[in-house]
Structure formats: structure tokens, C-alpha cells
């Protein structure tokens, strides 16, 4: 009988080395059929959209934009745990481990094939990786069944007093693992940076030229930015919050890019990357905003996009009036659905091109994305976009399925910036406590500021190029002493409108409430 630490070396063996080698052949497949199809990416793919909404809402509150990471090691640690499982039943009896595969494959190809825009060619590396798996772990198995049981205890003997035959049948077993999780690494690095050559837009979009905006340009930044916030009036793009249910970022040639505008329109259009360069561009800037920010959350940023009006081209489909919602759809299948009203009413919406006087950056929606003031991303800032559909809210977008509100306009809110809380000084010292309000297409006409409990103090305000961006307020204060102090914002809307002062939970229509923080002086 093989004690039992050494059936978990050899369960380890046989289960995690297949596995590896499994991985590092379906991403060399994927180098073929592109990144999306990777056996961990369709997986996580598709685990993001079973997640349950309440889960997906926990994720993004407690990780944040590295939720994705987060989501990429726990695949991992499963994955592990599985394959240690499949080694284990595989020593016991080979088919057991076979059927642990077929399992675990099965999985992914109802990942890859289970996708809004699917490709029957990403089921590939999934299923050839399975094909392999069961092939290594055979023969893994064989080689390990062949060593006498002697020789299969983990620590060898000092003086090895084996028989020459059962030496050499472990040292095979040991070679093959050996090549086995060499060959796996070098397939998974490889493979991996293979599909960065061959799918990589960087350089299709480093030969991207932006045509000048024809609008009316946007007057001098001048005036927008106190420089006492420490934050930028214009988010830099390294630094533009991240939204997304893709756990890696899609790569779309812009030359085969299309546009298609159909549905409940006169008449259908399709049209190019060259051809939407080639139309009337705007520039502007507009602040946007995500539903999932908390009170004082930074899922929220402004940048100078640059695009053509979407109503100039709805107006050239001529959308039906029943027609209620223009349904986007992104390359991988996302849907997000916006209310034509909106989108015809004369605000910013458009179809962007550049984002701070560069092409798109590819996690922001390269080549083209929708950009509309005043409205959640949820509903209305489609990434990777390649489909618009004029339908009625009868058909629900991915993020209404979830519970989340079909109209999502944006509240009014305002977040402290400076100081973070904690300590301040010196006391007796002027501290500036500054941030942003924000209530996009509505504007902000005043935001206050109280001290514990205290009367509400009116904070300076900076100049806005329109009602489409946050604006910038301060209010200087003189630290009194060491005590804790508590400090509150709120901001008044466009009509003299108070924030909302009860504090809410993002869901399902994003959150109201009121930031505050604590201060001591020092
Ligand atoms: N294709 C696609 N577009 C999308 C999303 C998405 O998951 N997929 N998320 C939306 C959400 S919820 C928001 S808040 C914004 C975020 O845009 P950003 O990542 O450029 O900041 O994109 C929107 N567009
Ligand atoms: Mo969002």
C-alpha cells in the first residue's frame, strides 16, 4: 500500500502537471484563435456572468478595479484544488481521473460556447487542452503504476537498496514530470505572448490619426482646476477608473472595425472606423460616473472625448418612435441600453474616438465606445462598441437582467478630496478642504461644507466648461486643536436642489448619501 503523503505527491502529480499542460496548449491554441479563448479567460468570462448580481456588487465594493485580479487567482486556487482531486482519484483508478477532466472540460466548453457573441472556433484550446490533459495523465499514470511501490515512498532511502529496474523507473517518472512542468511553463508564457503579438492593437492604434475637432472647441482648462484638491479637474487615462466584465482587455482592429445602426429605423447603417474619422468630430469634456461608486468613491473621472454626435447619425437612420431604448452592444456581447429621448434631447452623446487628445486607450473602448453626459456607464458608455439597435425597453440590457434601474441618470454627489481624514495641520494652520460635485447635464450651483454638526459653510467654486463635468469646490478652514473633528459635504444642484443626505447602498440606482470624514489637528 502506498502511504498516503505520497499519494498526494503522486495525486499532486497527476493531477496538476495534465492541468498545467492542458493550459499551456489551450493558450497556444488561443494564439491562433485569439486571447478571448484561452481555457482561464473563457472560464473567468463566463464565471463573471453567472456570478450572482449581489456577489458582482460585494466584488466591486470590497476589491474594487482589482476585482478582476482577484477573480484570476481564485480560478487559479479551484483549479488547483480540482486537479489535486482528479490526481488522487486518477491513482485509485485511471478512469475516475478521466472523468474528473471531462468534468472540469465540459465546464469550459460551455464557457466558450455559452457566450452573447460566440465563435465556434474559441471552443478550440478548451477542448484540445482537454484532449491533451487525458493524454498526460495516462500516461503519467503508467509511468507511476510502473515504479514498485518501494519506490514510490517520497524520501528515498539513504542506502537505496531498490532493484536496479525499479531505479530506473522512477527516474522516468521523475524525467517526465520534470518535462511535463517544463514544457507546461514555457507553453503558458509562450503562448501567452504570442497572442500579445499577434492580437495586440497598440501599434493599429499608435497609427491612428485623430482629425481635428470641428465643433466648438472647448475653451482653456483655465479655471476648472484650484490645484488644491490634488486631484486633476481632467482625469489623466492611467489614471480613468475601470468598468468592465472582460478579465482581459479586447483588442479590435480598427480597420475591420464596424459600426451597424439597425432595428426600428427607415434606414439601416454600417459604418467604418475611416468613415466615422472622416464625419464632423466634437470635443468635449464630460465627466463619467459608475452606478457601483459608494459615497465618496472614485468610480468617477473626467476626460476631454473626442467623437461625432450620436443624434446626427440616429437622425440619418431615422429611429421610429416607439422606439424607445438604443440597445449597444460591445464586440464580446455586452449589452447596455440607453433611452433614445435622452440621446436625442440635444445633450453631448457620442460615439468617441479619443479620450484626452489620444485614439481611445484599448481598456476604455478602442476603437469606438458611447459616451452620453448626464447617464450612469451601466447605460449609456458601451466599450468595444459594434452594434447599436433601436428597440423598445422591452428587450433588457445585461445590467437591467441584474436588477440594476433601466433609466440610470446620474445623481448628485460630492466627495471630499483633501484631506483624506486622519491627521491635519499645523493647528492654527489654514487647511484647505477641497474636492468635487457632480451632477452631470444638471450642473452644480453651490456646495457647503460643515464641521461637526455646525452651521454649512459655502465652499468656493471653480469655473466649468459646462454642466457635463464635476466642479471643483474648496473651503478653508483654520485647524483648531487636536480634537477629532468631523467634516460633511453636500452640493446643490443646477435648481437649488440639496443632495439627498440619506445614505444608500449603490443598488439599484446608485447611492445618495452624504461624505464625511474625521480630521484631528496636529
Ligand atoms: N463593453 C462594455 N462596456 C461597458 C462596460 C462593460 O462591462 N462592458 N461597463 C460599463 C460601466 S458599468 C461603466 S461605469 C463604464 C466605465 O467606463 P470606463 O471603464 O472607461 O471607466 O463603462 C461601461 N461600458
Ligand atoms: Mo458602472
Known amino acids: 500500500m502506498v502511504p498516503r503523503a505520497n499519494r498526494l505527491v503522486g495525486g499532486a502529480m497527476l493531477g496538476v502537471l495534465p492541468a498545467g499542460f492542458a493550459i499551456a496548449v489551450g493558450e497556444l491554441c488561443a494564439a491562433f484563435v485569439g486571447p478571448g479563448a484561452s481555457p482561464i479567460i473563457v472560464v473567468g468570462n463566463k464565471v463573471i456572468l453567472l456570478t450572482p448580481e449581489p456577489v458582482r456588487r460585494w466584488a466591486i465594493r470590497a476589491f474594487g478595479v482589482q476585482d478582476k485580479h482577484v477573480l484570476l487567482a481564485g ?3 479551484v483549479l488547483t484544488v480540482a486537479a489535486l482531486v482528479i490526481g488522487v482519484l486518477a491513482l485509485r483508478l485511471l478512469w475516475f481521473g478521466v472523468l474528473g477532466i471531462v468534468a472540469l472540460d465540459g465546464f469550459g466548453v460551455f464557457a466558450a460556447l455559452d457566450v452573447p457573441a460566440r465563435d465556434v472556433l474559441d471552443v478550440l484550446p478548451v477542448l484540445v487542452g482537454g484532449v491533451v490533459a487525458v493524454g498526460v495523465l495516462s500516461w503519467l499514470a503508467r509511468l507511476w503504476n510502473a515504479m514498485p511501490e518501494s519506490a514510490t515512498s517520497a524520501a528515498p532511502d539513504p542506502v537505496d537498496r531498490t532493484a536496479p529496474s525499479s531505479r530506473t523507473s522512477r527516474r522516468t517518472f521523475v524525467q517526465a514530470s520534470t518535462a511535463t512542468a517544463g514544457l507546461a511553463t514555457a507553453g503558458i508564457l509562450g503562448g501567452r505572448a ?3 503579438s499577434r492580437y495586440s492593437v497598440s501599434a493599429a492604434r499608435a497609427a491612428v490619426v485623430l482629425p481635428a475637432a470641428t465643433g466648438p472647441v472647448i475653451a482653456s482648462g483655465r479655471g476648472y482646476d484650484f490645484g488644491k484638491s490634488g486631484l486633476p479637474f481632467v482625469t489623466p487615462n492611467a489614471d480613468f477608473y ?3 466584465t472582460q478579465l482581459i482587455t479586447p483588442q479590435i482592429n480598427p480597420h475591420t472595425w464596424k459600426l451597424r445602426i439597425h432595428g426600428m429605423v427607415k434606414r439601416e447603417m454600417t459604418i467604418s472606423y475611416a468613415e466615422l474619422l472622416a464625419r464632423p468630430q466634437v470635443e468635449r469634456l464630460i465627466s463619467l460616473a459608475c452606478v457601483s461608486n459608494e459615497i465618496g468613491g472614485r468610480l468617477v473621472g473626467t476626460a476631454k472625448f473626442q467623437g461625432v454626435l450620436l443624434a446626427e447619425l440616429l437622425r440619418e437612420v431615422g429611429v ?14 455586452m449589452t447596455i441600453g440607453s433611452p433614445t429621448k435622452v440621446l436625442l434631447d440635444g445633450r453631448d452623446a457620442m460615439l468617441a474616438v479619443g479620450m484626452n487628445g489620444v485614439p481611445l486607450p484599448p481598456e476604455h473602448g478602442f476603437p469606438v465606445r458611447m459616451v452620453v453626459p448626464g447617464l450612469y456607464g451601466y447605460v449609456s458608455a458601451c466599450k468595444w462598441i459594434v452594434d447599436i439597435k433601436a428597440t423598445t425597453f422591452a428587450e433588457k ?6 436588477g440594476w434601474t433601466q433609466l440610470g441618470p446620474v445623481k448628485l454627489a460630492s466627495r471630499i478630496d483633501t484631506p483624506q481624514g486622519g491627521p491635519v495641520g499645523p493647528i492654527g494652520g489654514v487647511l484647505a478642504i477641497a474636492g468635487v460635485a457632480w451632477d452631470q447635464h444638471v450642473g452644480i450651483s453651490a456646495v457647503q461644507v460643515q464641521i461637526d454638526e455646525g452651521v454649512w459653510n459655502r465652499a468656493q467654486l471653480a469655473a466649468v466648461p459646462s454642466t457635463d463635468t464635476w466642479r471643483q469646490w474648496v473651503y478653508l478652514w483654520t485647524v483648531p486643536d487636536a480634537d477629532p473633528h468631523t467634516i460633511r459635504v453636500r452640493a446643490f444642484d443646477a435648481r437649488g436642489r440639496p443632495q ?3 445614505a444608500t447602498i449603490p443598488y439599484p440606482s446608485g447611492v445618495t448619501g452624504l461624505h464625511t470624514i474625521t480630521v484631528y489637528g496636529r
Open 75 to 77: 480560478i487559479y486556487a
Open 194 to 196: 504570442w497572442q500579445r
Open 242 to 244: 475601470q468598468i468592465d
Open 320 to 333: 421610429a418612435d416607439e422606439a424607445d431604448q438604443l440597445l449597444s452592444t460591445s464586440r464580446q456581447g
Open 397 to 402: 440590457a445585461f445590467w437591467v437582467q441584474g
Open 500 to 502: 439627498v443626505a440619506k
